[in-house]
């Protein structure tokens, strides 16, 4: 547990107290919908899991990134946005997958296409977003999200 | 009738699971793997998740609707943006996280804008994040890719707001507690309106709950079951 969740669990305990202390009916209202939450959204979240469990078995990221470090930049860029848009990686995978592709000669550019799309992007997390936004919502997000991911990774490699 | 209603609503679990028994059969090896690799965000999820609910019922109890309005609505403009660049920084866990907190704030009054800086800042711009980054590819590649990311942020946050009208988020899901019409599905028959017209009515050509005080639950279950195409709904959990 890094220190930022195990922050947010002290956080939410204090004021857990304070409401405790303050209002026994409405804490205990509190819980209940804290546990209405989690059953609403526990079989969206497990497919989720399921899925992106799939997905890095079906997609290795290490051969993605074997098969990106030998083409051109712009398909590159484009497998790479690509990819990232599909999966959800955690950092301590990412990060250094991302560090031997920049070392690899791959370039900046398709290596931050693959950084920001990863985490920003998610087809995945689409029918969880979509019943908790909208279909309008999550498309228009995830759509903007990709196009800047691109833009942040050309003006990225104009930088370095 | 019920089972394929219950397959449409999970119509992605019925997917992942077929996938996986197909696996199994074709290539027992690759399914465990699989569901191995699932394994540490199942770790992940149960790490985080129930706090998050936790924190985001706590705020919806005691966070006054103005509260959070003066701060993330619409006219909280520079200072809106900023706190929620910050939420999003110190927040952990994965990006899905931050769904119910966002319909919760964006319920109490919070602006498209903010919400969409809120989820991306979560997703892409999370301090340990940053510092993970920093260790493998540089500071100075962190540096600039969180300043490009930022700008980016602000400006398609903006973009957003400006496709997006507040009424199009429907939330509904997230199980919240009282009585809801999904709009998307409200058809505009005026039915409920006509037989529970104390607490239902129409706008815009589709039906809407009015504030109330007290349900006739006999009234309310003939309003629900006359719908038809059943976009009322009722959570009954917090009314004690």
Redesign the interface.
Known sequence: MDVFTLAIWIGTLIFLGISLAKDKVKTKQVLKMALGMGKGMAPSILSIIFAIGLILTLLPPAEIAAFVSNQSVLLATVVGALFGTITLVPAFIAFPLVATLVKAGVGVVPSVAFLTTLTMVGVVTFPLEKKAFGVKFTAVRNGLSFLFAIAIALVMGVII | MTIIKKIRE????VI??L??II?FIAKPA?GI??????????K??L????????????L???VPKEKIMRYLGKEANAKGVVLSFVVGS???????AA??M??MLHKKGAS?RN??II??SW??I????LL??A???GP??MA??WV??VI??I??SW??AK??KDE????E???Q?GLHINR?ACMGCTLCARNYPEVFEMENKKALVKSYDALDPDRLENAIKSCPVKAISY?N??N?
């Open positions: 999970n119509l992605f679990l992942v699971a996938i996986y696996m690759m793997e699989a569901l191995k690799s699932s394994g540490y965000y199942i992940e999820m790490m985080i998740m129930p706090v998050i609910f936790i924190l985001t019922a706590l919806d109890m005691w110190i927040s952990a866990g994965p990006v899905y769904f119910p966002c319909v498209i919400i969409v989820l991306s997703a892409v999370k301090i340990p994040m993970n980054e260790k493998f590819l100075k590649f600039i890719r490009l990311t980016a942020i400006i398609f973009i957003t496709i997006i199009e988020l429907p939330g899901v997230m199980a507690a998307d959570n959990s917090m004690m």
